[in-house]
C-alpha cells in the first residue's frame, strides 16, 4: 500500500523558515516526479513546487519563487521543501504528492499527480 507522510509543519514568526519533509513508502518513486501543494481554509488547493524525478529540473508558483526550495533523496525515498521568508499568506496544510507518470519532469496540476499525502500544516503569524 503506497502511503505519504509529510512532516516539518508548525507555528512560525513571519521571516521565519520551516523545512518540510515527505517520507513515501510501499513503492519506489525515484522515477516519479514529485510535488508540494497546499490548501488554506475556503481556498482550493494550489501548486506550490515540483521537482523531476532526477532532481534536476525544478518549477515553482510565483507565489514562493526566491524563496521555497523543493529537493529530494531518492535513497531515501523522500521529498523535501525548504520555506524561507515565510508569510501570513503561506499559512495551508501543505500536501505532497505522486506524479502518475514515470521520468516525468513535474506539473503544475493537480489531476497529474495519483498518491497524495494527509498533509501536514503551516501556520506564520504577522
Known amino acids: 500500500q503506497v502511503q505519504l507522510v509529510e512532516s516539518g509543519g508548525g507555528l512560525v514568526q513571519a521571516g521565519g523558515s520551516l523545512r518540510l519533509s515527505c517520507a513515501a513508502s510501499?513503492?519506489?518513486?525515484?522515477?516519479?516526479?514529485m510535488g508540494w501543494f497546499r490548501q488554506a481554509p475556503g481556498k482550493e488547493r494550489e501548486f506550490v513546487a515540483a521537482?523531476?524525478?532526477?532532481?534536476?529540473?525544478?518549477v515553482y508558483a510565483d507565489s514562493v519563487k526566491g524563496r521555497f526550495t523543493i529537493s529530494r533523496d531518492n535513497s531515501m525515498n523522500a521529498v523535501f521543501l525548504q520555506m524561507n521568508s515565510l508569510k501570513p499568506e503561506d499559512t495551508a496544510l501543505y500536501y505532497c504528492?505522486?506524479?502518475?507518470?514515470?521520468?516525468?519532469?513535474?506539473?503544475?496540476?493537480?489531476?497529474?499527480?495519483?498518491?497524495w499525502g494527509q498533509g501536514t500544516q503551516v501556520t506564520v503569524s504577522s
Open positions: 504528492a505522486i506524479h502518475r507518470e514515470e521520468w516525468s519532469t513535474g506539473s503544475r496540476v493537480l489531476r497529474a499527480y495519483d498518491y
Open positions: 510501499g513503492r519506489t518513486f525515484s522515477r516519479h516526479a
Open positions: 521537482i523531476s524525478w532526477s532532481g534536476e529540473s525544478t
